[in-house]
């Protein structure tokens, strides 16, 4: 039996920062996650993805983020089960929680946060002939390594920031970049969809809008992509790699059976403290939702933050939360 103040389920970028703020009120943590690595879905699906949103950081990638958060919560020594899903949770009679994984794990806390991103994901498929062909070999749903991509034509499919990000990082990297789009308008970041634009017109990408997908086209190995535009014209691109980037499609898996308020697989909280409907039960990251909600990770930061301040009472319930300023070596310090 493992015991500590706070398991956090998931091991991402706002689970690790809630092991921070934790950490400054003196409260332990073990994490909990079904990847075999710490960083969530940074470090499993886009690592070397840059990060634009990042205060204090022009540009970050995402596995630099997750090595940089590792260092911070360093001397807070926290506790890690990976490569294991939280299967149930069993309520204590003291309102503790004993959390099950699925490997045999035992976990005593007196509180659960729950920052599993999108939970369970599986990429978007795009509807075209012949995709699963080439899946595994030309056809990639993430980017794990851009250097696979180096002086090779590549077909990027996608209108959200994925696909933005990508198209600017690889338009530096591959011999050809051809960015394509069903709709003409992105979903994407403004900003992001500006700089794709100013890449087009200089010709350092090629920008297909209002364009449908139709088939992937090769004998054993794919040699190109058939399109249609919105006049009807049918238009072939040759490619060495095709990266449909259409987001993930979460699913909450087991924690949807814990008797949680739901909306669309996502948890509802109350935004004082992130609080699910069930007491001692938190909820913060792109896994929960409410008004307003953003998915973004400076915003998981935020809600971790305020979960910490109300997680305290559970795990010290006969002190009082205050913060005592002393000075050591003439800095002031908590």
Not at 287 to 308: D, F
Request: hydrophobic share 40%.
């Amino acid at each position: 039996m493992i015991t500590t103040d706070i398991c956090i389920i998931g091991a991402g970028p706002v689970g690790l920062f809630a092991v921070f703020e934790a950490g400054l009120l003196k409260m332990r943590c073990h994490l909990i996650d079904a990847l075999p690595q710490i960083g969530g879905q940074l470090s499993e699906i886009y690592p070397h993805k840059p990060i634009y949103d990042i205060p204090g950081y022009p540009s970050i990638t995402a596995q630099e983020l997750i090595d940089n958060q590792l260092k911070q919560i360093e001397p807070f020594h926290p506790t890690f089960s990976l490569g294991e899903r939280v299967d149930a949770l069993q309520k204590q009679d003291d309102g503790s929680y004993i959390v099950l994984g699925s490997e045999g794990t035992q976990i005593h806390c007196q509180v659960v946060v729950i920052a599993g991103g999108l939970g369970c994901f599986e990429p978007r498929k795009p509807e075209i002939l012949n995709l699963e062909n080439y899946e595994g070999k030309q056809v990639h749903y993430m980017v794990r390594d851009p250097e696979r991509f180096r002086d090779q034509r590549i077909v990027i499919a996608g209108g959200g920031d994925s696909a933005l990000d990508w198209t600017i990082f690889l338009s530096d990297v591959a011999k050809e970049v051809t960015l394509v789009h069903r709709s003409d308008s992105f979903r994407g970041a403004p900003d992001s969809a500006e700089k794709v634009y100013h890449l087009a017109q200089e010709g350092k990408i090629n920008l297909l809008l209002s364009h449908n997908l139709q088939s992937l086209n090769g004998n054993g190995h794919m040699e190109s992509i058939s399109l249609i535009n919105k006049n009807k014209e049918a238009i072939q691109l040759d490619t060495d790699h095709f990266i449909p980037l259409y987001g993930l499609s979460p699913k909450l898996g087991p924690i949807a059976d814990w008797g949680l308020q739901i909306d669309k697989n996502a948890i509802e909280v109350n935004t004082f403290d992130y609080s699910t409907n069930i007491e001692r039960i938190f909820a913060i990251g792109d896994i929960n939702t409410y008004p307003g909600k953003l998915k973004l990770i400076l915003c998981g930061y935020h809600e971790a933050a305020l979960m910490a301040q109300s997680a305290f009472k559970y795990v010290y319930p006969d002190q009082k939360l205050s913060f005592k300023y002393t000075t050591v070596n003439g800095v002031n310090a908590f």
